[in-house]
């Protein structure tokens, strides 16, 4: 395949990680990416070059570039950390194959992509593009956490951010293993949606009687699970709300007002947990043959229906930093990044 | 034996719960209740009756009498958990013998109380009164949260209001078994005693650069256990200032004033955990030949000096509304009620 030297890509201003905490809101990309003609990355043992079709933008691209994410920047790389594309070059019978892919060692904002080997997704052809580029870090995450309600062994769980993408898998996923989820999100207009979606339940937390509402919901459901990307002060009184042995998933952190733990002998008397969780750690832990089977079935449901990408915009490279926050910016779908 | 029918006793005011958070501080007794003449209990299937010598005064009675543990009050009943006295009524082979217990149905701040006979502990004779009215709560609670600190692997721990009674056990388990207590404590001038006693390090949270000295203790320690009796502000510090994988085990209350969750992505990034330690969740999930050799290593450790309860006051039963407040403010040692 005839492979440039020189590409475009959005590349990392900063190494390391930031002084400061940060949350995963985005309203300027030009302190942390610029967009830059760069050399095409060069595939190590183990690694594919990926021609890049669409590369998702995730929160954790966005904590990461921020350099807040659990993992450390690189000055000069792209930024990106999933997509998809074709294998161009590399020690892989999948040369010439469209996949899914997790990059590593340089980033998907950009028209190439270094991705490891075993990790490169062959694609059902009749997978969407628009599925395929954010086939890896929402559907995983979802599918893992949502095991993790499961083997809880309740019949339901709480879900907060539930408009957004990973949320609205969450709630599918309930649906059709019969473990409901209850949607927590801001505003009423997104209510509809969900129960349409199936979520089992729906508590807006704007608006009169917050306190009793929960109560009562928990009440008649009690949840055990909370998965909470927001972490701020009405997850940990969802948290505190919620009977015996319940457990406080922490995935991201949306809000930038630290909550506060007015109910400590919970943990004690009603072995409540806190804990988090991340994909990173996920893969790292889990059998290879295991994660095979989470990403199988994550492409069935996709290609079955089960699953829609809700997708905002498709912003060019070569726009991104004018358009993308704005972009980003619309709650609860998606935005991909086209080279 | 010859059991009179009335005896004197410190009733409990209240049923239930308390409405609002409390701590663990006693300013008054009064409010929670009132020493009185009362029916000597009947045993009935499964209790014995005790002839109370010594009963303990632990920070879970205060909680208890409160309303705030995780126990429901039964009003007119004697407060009290656990003691030691001789078995005077009940089907058991320890008749006429000297026990410690644990108190259920009435309880142990009164001349007579009832005890589980599966729970009764008869004593080495060489085992001081002071140490058997305290041989359950703390010395179980030091014993299962320092296994906690053994399974982790780490060489070290960090152990709050390290100056209690609880603390100086498990900073002696630390010593005796190679890993080192980080003890912290308010004032240096328990300092030390407590470096006598074999703490690994003091860190005393008054005074300048707090966090310059605990962030270079962890990084020469690496603790990933803080067993925590506190639960302020700075538990919250010393958790996230721990290395990767840390777990905040809360086991009390003494502070008034909740933390708050600053670091919230080290949950994610970090696989950090808050959870708690609850002596009764403990007894009811543990072997019962498991907490027996626990109960026998307890009493062999004071038998043989390696424990040492050391007590502030014994206050008698007829005087506690007036005297046990201020002796039970002396920080850091142990008070009894004897009858």
Redesign the interface.
């Known amino acids: 395949m005839d492979i440039p030297t020189k590409m475009k890509g959005l590349a990392l201003l900063e190494d390391g990680y930031a002084n400061a ?1 940060a949350t995963q809101e985005l309203t300027n990309l030009a302190p942390y990416v610029e967009l830059r003609e760069m050399d095409v990355p060069q595939p190590g043992p183990g690694l594919a070059l990926i021609k890049v079709a669409r590369a998702a933008v995730n929160p954790s691209d966005i ?1 990461f570039i921020k350099g ?3 993992q450390s920047r690189v000055k000069d790389q792209a930024a990106g950390f999933e997509g998809t594309g074709t294998v161009v070059a590399g020690d892989t019978p999948l040369l010439g194959q469209r996949v899914s892919f997790f990059a590593a060692g340089s980033g998907s904002w950009a028209e190439y992509c270094l991705a490891p080997i075993p990790m490169l997704i062959p694609l059902r052809p009749d997978l969407r593009d628009e599925d395929a580029a954010g086939l890896i870090v929402n559907p995983l995450t979802a599918m893992a956490m949502f095991d993790i309600a499961r083997e809880d062994g309740a019949d339901s769980f709480v879900v907060t951010a539930a408009g957004s993408q990973l949320g609205k898998f969450l709630i599918g996923l309930g649906k059709d293993h019969g473990i409901g989820a209850l949607a927590v999100i801001r505003r009423e207009a997104q209510a509809e949606a969900l129960r349409a979606l199936g979520a089992a339940d729906v508590l807006v937390t704007e608006g009169e009687g917050l306190e009793e509402r929960l109560t009562e919901l928990f009440e008649v459901h009690a949840p055990r699970i909370l998965l909470d990307a927001v ?1 701020d002060q009405i997850s940990a009184d969802l948290f505190f709300a919620m009977p015996e042995r319940a457990r406080w998933i ?4 949306l809000s930038p007002t ?21 994909l990173a ?1 996920w893969l790292r832990n889990t059998p290879p043959e295991k994660i095979g089977a989470v990403i199988a079935e994550a492409q069935a449901r996709f290609a079955e229906g089960k699953w829609h990408t809700d997708i905002t915009a498709s912003v060019r490279l070569d726009n991104a930093l004018a358009e993308l926050p704005a972009a980003y910016s619309q709650k609860d779908s998606k935005v991909l990044i086209e080279p």
């Open positions: 905490p904590a807040v994410y659990g972490g922490i995935y991201g952190r630290p909550p506060t733990l007015a109910q400590l002998p919970q943990f004690i008397f009603k072995q409540k947990q806190i804990e988090g969780f991340w750690s």
